[in-house]
């Protein structure tokens, strides 16, 4: 009858559990040294570095321009050509604007005694001359009966030879002086003649209005 004896449980001294550690600890470091190893994969979505958004000069995202749209700075040289030529054409374009502008209508007056008297009237409102038709027409109807030829050939001033000529009967001395630029240089000449006269009498007597009879 064989006989044999069974082995003992083995016992797991403290010498043992600290060789055991040891064994655990390298294994786990050697996980990690094959795991941080570079790998030829490619990057996945979650590991992919984010774009980085241009930021201005006060901590606030940056304009961007889309490609295609960013303004083109023009050159200098074509910026002072087309300067350059703008400049020539303005003192051109104001020119043919100053040619084209339409010109206001020369005023109409009838070859009459009363064309006579609103041109004088409207010549006498430029020059600050006193008068109104009324005071213009009933003198002049007086003096000469609207005649604008008329000359008085039987006064003292005909017979110092400077008679009274034209619609009120001016002499030549007092036409002289009391001429109204822009009026013909002539003495019986409609206008000239009335606007002279109302010009003598505005500085003799205020107004041809204040005068009643010969002046």
Known sequence: ???FTLPRTARITRTHKVATAVLVAAGATTALAVT??????QPTAAHTVA???PVSANGMPAAV?????????EHPAIVSVAAQVKAKEA???AHAAKRTAPKAEKKQYANNLDGWIR??????KSKGIPGSYDGLHRNIMRESSGNPNAVNDWD???INGIPSK???QVIQPTFDTYHVSGTANKLTDPVANITAAANYAADRYGSIDNVNSAY
């Open 156 to 158: 003292i001033n005909a």
């Open 166 to 168: 034209g619609l009120l």
């Open 65 to 73: 321009h889309a490609k295609g749209d960013a303004p083109k700075a």
């Open 1 to 3: 009858m064989l006989s």
């Open 91 to 93: 003192p051109k374009q």
């Open 119 to 124: 041109q004088s009237l409207d010549i006498m």
């Open 36 to 41: 941080a190893q570079p790998s030829t994969a």
């Open 51 to 53: 774009a980085v958004k």
